[in-house]
């Protein structure tokens, strides 16, 4: 109603407005006291240290989040590092096996051609092409034939030694056959005595030193190197190295001897000018290879 005024039990104290001014002037005052003598530092770090578990709670969803997101972006960029770096180095390891045999290429023609060189004589570069297919022989296919001046009975070394002899000429392909061979025959002679002999195949990989006597001037370690007296093969060329020495028999003593070159496993070789060029009709002068490799003379045919 107008005009009507409570009762005084029911006062409130000051209006609205003069408590606001009263409490502005109470903060404002409060603020200039801390101001000048910051009595409530103590306040103000009592309730930083209250406070500081809660926010730490209320960051930690926050930060999880954060931090779940980037390890799951780190991880997905290792990955595909990684999966970059394992390519690069399959990669390099393919250029560094490929460099690594292009050297080893590269030492064994260097070797090749100072074993070319050294002998002296004309002689044809030839890569082996694959094992021949008769498990009973030891032979290999080269890559030259009759259209490079191949022939017949040549002699066939790798920078360390003696490999083989030619026994069938193709075109452009022929056959070798080892020096490990059953059916192969090389004279040599001991390089530290001079002391002749005839070299044969085992077939399993090493060389026989036959028919010296028992006391024959040869022990093991001993270089045997081509003596030359059948006019096939040069004079000097390494052959075999001396392993072992078996005196026990009556008459003949057995050496056992392994080739000096990588018989089986070089791939590069080289196929040498015969010693002295056989004429058209001596052609069939292999029909005797024993005695011819023994350094016996071969009766001439009439």
Do not use: W
């Not at 409060?30 to 009595?39: G, I, K, S």
């Not at 390519?87 to 260097?110: F, G, P, V």
């Not at 069938?168 to 025959?185: F, M, N």
Request: charged share 25%.
């Amino acid at each position: 109603m107008v005009g009507h005024q409570p009762p005084p039990i029911f006062r409130r104290g000051p209006a609205p407005l003069v408590r606001l001014f009263l409490l502005v002037c109470i903060c404002l005052g409060m603020l200039v006291a801390d101001l000048q003598f910051r009595y409530l530092e103590v306040v103000r770090k009592t309730v930083s240290v209250v406070l500081y578990p809660l926010e730490i709670a209320a960051a930690a969803p926050v930060e999880f989040l954060s931090n779940a997101s980037r390890y799951f972006a780190t991880l997905v960029e290792v990955q595909g590092e990684n999966r970059q770096l394992r390519r690069k180095a399959l990669a390099d390891a393919d250029r560094l096996l490929r460099q690594t045999e292009l050297e080893r290429e590269n030492a064994r023609l260097r070797a090749l051609l100072t074993m070319s060189e050294r002998v002296g004589v004309e002689s044809v570069a030839a890569d082996v092409l694959y094992e021949a297919r008769d498990a009973f022989t030891r032979k290999v296919i080269l890559d030259r034939g009759a259209q490079h001046d191949v022939g017949a009975g040549q002699a066939v070394v790798d920078e360390l030694g003696m490999v083989g002899q030619v026994t069938r000429v193709y075109p452009i392909q022929s056959e070798v056959t080892l020096v490990t061979d059953k059916g192969q025959a090389v004279p040599v002679r001991v390089e530290r005595t001079g002391q002749r002999g005839v070299v044969y195949g085992a077939g399993d990989g090493r060389l026989e030193l036959r028919y010296l006597l028992a006391n024959a001037d040869v022990e093991p370690g001993d270089l045997l190197v081509t003596s030359g007296l059948d006019d096939v093969y040069l004079s000097g060329i390494p052959v075999a190295k001396v392993v072992a020495v078996d005196r026990t028999r009556q008459a003949f003593a057995l050496i056992t001897c392994e080739p000096i070159a990588r018989v089986g496993q070089t791939s590069q070789v080289l196929i040498l000018a015969r010693a002295v060029p056989l004429a058209p009709q001596e052609a069939s002068a292999d029909s005797a290879p024993e005695d011819a490799a023994a350094g016996e003379a071969v009766p001439a045919k009439e």
